[in-house]
């Protein structure tokens, strides 16, 4: 599978969640085993020989490929949730969304003192969220590696809150 082949199966669903936006749909990647199978692999192949010793995941879809990612290369997986889904002390990181704020957390315990992380999530729209992640991972002690993503939406210029770290995602929108 390519990653053409990838993008093709993404598709687009109109005013949601709400008028005038065009969501991108991952779904039919995450229901076809080849294609959900072959993007796991881009991600993979992309961060095997970097010497990372956990993959942390953006809540929710970012768990579904870092889950497959960290099997794959029998990594720990760091959940990075939204505020008051942790069971245990956390660190917090407000944010600005479109409209409000949003805050995520992870366990203070999460990372060894320079663990080197890969951030993982689906998709990379305003870089908001991977930014907020990213700085908890290095309040908790980890070093960023790499910040990948299945996606990226290049016309809403979220690497440019990403512009300290390594990004990629193999479909650019």
């Known amino acids: 599978m390519s990653e053409d082949q990838i993008r093709q199966a993404i598709r687009d669903v109109p005013d949601f969640p709400k008028p005038g936006i065009i969501f991108k749909d991952i779904t ?42 960290c099997d794959r290369l029998d990594l720990g997986l760091v959940p990075i949730r939204k505020k008051g889904k942790l069971p245990y002390n956390t660190y917090e990181e407000t944010y600005d969304l479109e409209y409000g704020s949003a805050t995520l957390a992870v366990h203070q315990d999460a990372f060894e003192e320079g663990d080197r ?20 991972i290095e309040q908790a002690g980890g070093k960023i590696a790499d910040i990948l993503f299945v996606v990226e939406l290049a016309f809403l210029n979220g690497r440019e809150k990403l512009q300290d770290y390594n990004v990629f995602a193999p479909v650019v929108f």
Do not use: N, Y
Not at 36 to 65: H, M, P, S, W, Y
Not at 124 to 131: E, I
């Open 28 to 69: 039919p990647i995450l229901g076809d085993p080849a294609l959900f199978k072959a993007t796991v692999d881009i991600l993979v192949e992309r961060i095997k020989d970097q010497d990372i010793q956990k993959i942390a995941a953006i809540d929710a879809r970012g768990f579904l490929f870092a889950g497959a990612m």
């Open 117 to 136: 992380v890969a951030l993982v999530d689906d998709l990379l729209a305003t870089g908001g969220t991977a930014a907020a992640s990213a700085k908890l």
